[in-house]
């Protein structure tokens, strides 16, 4: 399997570091490098990328901003020198986020995640997954689970009738579920649609919960009033 991508950044030293790593990793093809963001719009829109590389400070628009831009977005990794933007980069579903510098061992486990979730996408997703909690890994059935809460370094799975406690991150589950049936509206929530008991402007409710919608995921909300029907 082979993952194409391209990177944007406004240095040219950096496209250039990405670009030499780029060739030390077998399964990635990086087919075009850009020092600025509306000169890929085009090139987006008339080729199939998989994975984008994306400094976020950039000038005239940042690499935040275009992501929210883009109709279509592929797979991202964020690049910057700078580590503040690293929960905004991971509220818009990143795969990754590299901190220049980075040596070629880290942005090849970058790699490997957007690898492993291209897999996910192509070969389509089973209807269960499997969690690691303390020395074991236990099968849970997507069906099970009705949302999925964030706590430090842990993901609380809240399911028919009991709660599972798993170490991952928030991007970690992510790349377990099927992006059709979960979605995440908060920095501390994942949610099943089909759980959906009842919404509002800025909630949603499950399990007789109500679970806040993030401002940053106010469009998100939008969508999934649109797949429900509201």
């Given at each position: 399997?082979?993952?194409?991508?391209?990177?944007?950044?406004?240095?040219?030293?950096?496209?250039?570091?990405?670009?030499?790593?780029?060739?030390?990793?077998?399964?990635?093809?990086?087919?075009?490098?850009?020092?600025?963001?509306?000169?890929?719009?085009?090139?987006?829109?008339?080729?199939?990328?998989?994975?984008?590389?994306?400094?976020?400070?950039?000038?005239?628009?940042?690499?935040?901003?275009?992501?929210?831009?883009?109709?279509?977005?592929?797979?991202?990794?964020?690049?910057?020198?700078?580590?503040?933007?690293?929960?905004?980069?991971?509220?818009?579903?990143?795969?990754?986020?590299?901190?220049?510098?980075?040596?070629?061992?880290?942005?090849?486990?970058?790699?490997?995640?957007?690898?492993?979730?291209?897999?996910?996408?192509?070969?389509?997703?089973?209807?269960?997954?499997?969690?690691?909690?303390?020395?074991?890994?236990?099968?849970?059935?997507?069906?099970?689970?009705?949302?999925?809460?964030?706590?430090?370094?842990?993901?609380?799975?809240?399911?028919?009738?009991?709660?599972?406690?798993?170490?991952?991150s928030i991007s970690d589950a992510l790349g377990q579920l099927p992006a059709d049936k979960f979605v995440r509206i908060h920095r501390s929530y994942l949610i099943s649609?089909?759980?959906?008991?009842?919404?509002?402007?800025?909630?949603?409710?499950?399990?007789?919960?109500?679970?806040?919608?993030?401002?940053?995921?106010?469009?998100?909300?939008?969508?999934?009033?649109?797949?429900?029907?509201?």
């Amino acid at each position: 399997m082979t993952i194409k991508a391209i990177a944007i950044d406004d240095e040219p030293h950096a496209l250039e570091v990405v670009k030499m790593l780029s060739e030390k990793v077998p399964f990635l093809n990086l087919e075009a490098t850009f020092t600025n963001c509306f000169d890929a719009i085009p090139y987006l829109q008339t080729n199939k990328i998989d994975l984008l590389f994306l400094d976020i400070n950039m000038p005239d628009i940042s690499g935040i901003e275009f992501v929210n831009i883009l109709p279509k977005c592929p797979m991202v990794i964020f690049t910057t020198a700078y580590s503040e933007y690293a929960v905004k980069g991971f509220e818009l579903d990143a795969i990754d986020y590299l901190l220049k510098p980075f040596s070629l061992a880290r942005f090849t486990k970058a790699c490997n995640k957007a690898l492993d979730m291209k897999k996910m996408q192509d070969e389509g997703s089973p209807d269960f997954i499997f969690l690691k909690t303390g020395y074991e890994e236990e099968k849970v059935l997507l069906d099970e689970i009705h949302y999925i809460e964030a706590e430090g370094n842990y993901m609380t799975y809240v399911l028919n009738n009991r709660k599972l406690l798993s170490r991952q991150s928030i991007s970690d589950a992510l790349g377990q579920l099927p992006a059709d049936k979960f979605v995440r509206i908060h920095r501390s929530y994942l949610i099943s649609l089909s759980k959906i008991e009842k919404i509002s402007r800025n909630s949603v409710w499950i399990l007789g919960k109500e679970i806040p919608v993030g401002s940053s995921y106010e469009e998100k909300l939008l969508e999934i009033r649109g797949v429900l029907g509201l």
